[in-house]
């Protein structure tokens, strides 16, 4: 069985290359063409984003290591995956949080039913158009 993060990234990588991208490896996150590309995965059946009613939420993102973010969520089983695809110019507007080593870096919550999550999925998900 994968963890979180091997499973999103590889399904990442997948649907990159399904969607007719070159993709390389630089470090441990992606090189897509000439641009950076971070994954963050969230598995949604987890009891913080059940109890909180969450689709999906991602934490620690430092908006200056990358040119694209991809945020990826699915279920427990594996079963369903959904993609979300964000230039650095988008994710510099994502709410901030200070970290214990005191740097501030931004996060990322999808609550479901909330409007404003209805309008980051409408504009995000696979949005594979945004990497160019």
Do not use: H
Not at 23 to 29: E, K, P
Not at 30 to 41: D, E, P, R
Not at 75 to 86: E, K, L, M, P, T
């Amino acid at each position: 069985m994968q963890n979180t993060r091997t499973f999103g990234k590889n399904a990442a990588i997948m649907e990159l290359k399904k969607q007719g991208f070159i993709v390389s490896r630089a470090g441990g996150d992606l090189q897509v063409g000439n641009k950076k590309v971070q994954i963050k995965c969230c598995n949604s059946d987890n009891q913080w984003a059940k109890s909180r009613n969450v689709l999906g939420g991602w934490d620690r993102i430092d908006s200056e290591n990358f040119d694209y973010l991809i945020c990826v969520v699915f279920d427990n089983g594996f079963d369903w995956v959904r993609y979300f695809i964000f230039p650095q110019s988008e994710v510099k507007d994502f709410p901030q949080a200070v970290w214990r080593n005191a740097r501030t870096l931004k996060n990322l919550t999808l609550i479901k039913d909330e409007e404003r999550t209805e309008e980051i999925v409408k504009g995000s998900e696979n949005r594979w158009d945004k990497i160019y």
